[in-house]
């Protein structure tokens, strides 16, 4: 039996997909005999949450492919400007990342696919919640910095933020500025599942 790892924030966890349990689990249900899943999405995390779950969460399993889907949280900010993660140590995390996987390596040989950010809604977003704020122009330097650590390490990236765009955007398919409706999802799983391929 193979396992894929779907790690990531509440996204990854199915967050407003009402019908089908987010895109992780609209892949897995696609999967050829012989895979297994691991749903490891927790709402609210940025890198450095998912650093301190990693072992447990991800690499105790093994994984032939890991899915880090991770980004949105740290780029978020609050009223007075401070995000959550400044961009820089974003990177900073994600270079943590890399050195844990080159250190798993020696155990298991892994794939590892980066997905990119979707896009937000500013209008349902700045604030979406208290003094919470999710801008474009944030997702878009967090997204750029994955595609910059994926190309760096050599591994997979989905674009999502195009994808989105192409199918009416984040007005569309968004229900509330960031999270993904139904076809938000279904729409994630076909991008991933496209660049999975060649690899299942």
């Not at 889907?69 to 974003?90: C, P, Q």
């Not at 040989?109 to 209008?123: K, S, Y």
């Amino acid at each position: 039996m193979q396992t894929i790892v779907f790690i990531g924030d509440s996204i990854t966890e199915g967050a407003a997909d009402h019908e089908r349990g987010g895109w992780t689990r609209r892949l897995a249900a696609t999967l050829p005999d012989g895979w297994e899943a691991v749903h490891a999405g927790v709402g609210g995390d940025t890198i450095f949450h998912i650093l301190a779950r990693l072992e447990q969460d991800a690499l105790i399993y093994q994984p032939d492919i890991l899915v880090l889907a991770v980004g949105i949280n740290d780029s978020r900010r609050y009223t007075a400007g401070r995000y959550e993660v400044k961009l820089e140590d974003f990177e900073r995390g994600l270079a943590e990342f890399a050195s844990r996987m080159r250190g798993h390596a020696a155990r298991k040989a892994t794939r590892i696919l980066i997905i990119g950010l979707t896009p937000v809604d500013e209008p349902r977003t700045l604030p979406i919640a208290e003094d919470l704020h999710y801008t474009q122009i944030a997702a878009s330097d967090y997204d750029a910095a994955l595609r910059r650590f994926a190309a760096q390490h050599g591994y997979g990236y989905v674009a999502l933020m195009p994808a989105f765009e192409q199918a009416g955007g984040a007005a569309r398919l968004t229900s509330d500025g960031l999270h993904p409706t139904p076809a938000g999802h279904a729409l994630i799983a076909e991008a991933v599942r496209a660049q999975l391929e060649s690899w299942l």
